[in-house]
T-cell receptor, first 115, second 112 residues
Framework: NAGVMQNPRHLVRRRGQEARLRCSPM?????VYWYRQLPEEGLKFMVY????????ESGMPKERFSAEFPKEGPSILRIQQVVRGDSAAYFC?????????????FGAGSRLTVL | QQPVQSPQAVILREGEDAVINCSSS?????VHWYRQKHGEAPVFLMI?????EQKGHEKISASFNEKKQQSSLYLTASQLSYSGTYFC?????????????FGTGTRLTVIP
């Protein structure tokens, strides 16, 4: 059973370009979460999605950032017109359908560097 | 909604004990503890639910005081492998969203 798969692991973009980060949750998991981690800092919540629905996007910057989790395929975090401050590790986590507290399984992260 | 962790960093010698604290300003439904080694993904350690008991994982255990909205992680007889950054994640009551907000982390370094 493969874990949470993120790609690319490393991505380099120039200012103004677009970055697309992909996350395939664990098999059987339908909840996906995106977190951003700046160097030497904590995990900052960005967005929580279920299939085809955004449940909570309170941590997403209002501009340039968007996320989706389509019925088929991976979840995608999209950053348009990247700036240097977007350089960070972006972690995706997934959890199973559950009415109780969900244990998150994290992917290995995608490290974005903006030149 | 981000919980507050203390201390920010701690250095231990092998065999020593440590306590990491996590507190929230909101009523909590659950507290999760994760450990992240440098350059790697956070790894789940344990979860404590409201009304739950103290949990243990080998020499790592945790408690959850619902009234004070606090949790503590106890590491006893530390080993070199315990080094890493420990994060607490909290799930607030009544949000209905089940998403976790993490503290800023506690960096633990165990030296020989």
């Amino acid at each position: 059973n493969a874990g949470v798969m993120q790609n690319p692991r490393h991505l380099v973009r120039r200012r103004g370009q677009e970055a697309r980060l992909r996350c395939s949750p664990m098999k059987g998991h339908s909840h996906v979460y995106w977190y951003r981690q700046l160097p030497e800092e904590g995990l900052k919540f960005m967005v929580y999605l279920q299939k085809e629905n955004i449940i909570d996007e309170s941590g997403m910057p209002k501009e340039r950032f968007s996320a989706e989790f389509p019925k088929e395929g991976p979840s995608i975090l999209r950053i348009q017109q990247v700036v240097r401050g977007d350089s960070a590790a972006y972690f995706c986590a997934s959890s199973p359908d559950s009415s109780g507290a969900n244990v998150l399984t994290f992917g290995a992260g995608s490290r974005l560097t903006v030149l | 909604q981000q919980p507050v962790q203390s201390p920010q960093a701690v250095i231990l010698r092998e065999g020593e004990d440590a306590v990491i604290n996590c507190s929230s300003s909101k009523a909590l439904y659950s507290v999760h503890w994760y450990r992240q080694k440098h350059g790697e993904a956070p790894v789940f350690l344990m979860i404590l639910l409201k009304g739950g008991e103290q949990k243990g994982h080998e020499k790592i255990s945790a408690s959850f005081n619902e009234k004070k909205q606090q949790s503590s992680l106890y590491l006893t007889a530390s080993q070199l492998s315990y080094s890493g950054t420990y994060f607490c994640g909290t799930e607030s009551e009544g949000t209905g969203a089940n998403n976790l907000f993490f503290g800023t982390g506690t960096r633990l370094t165990v030296i020989p």
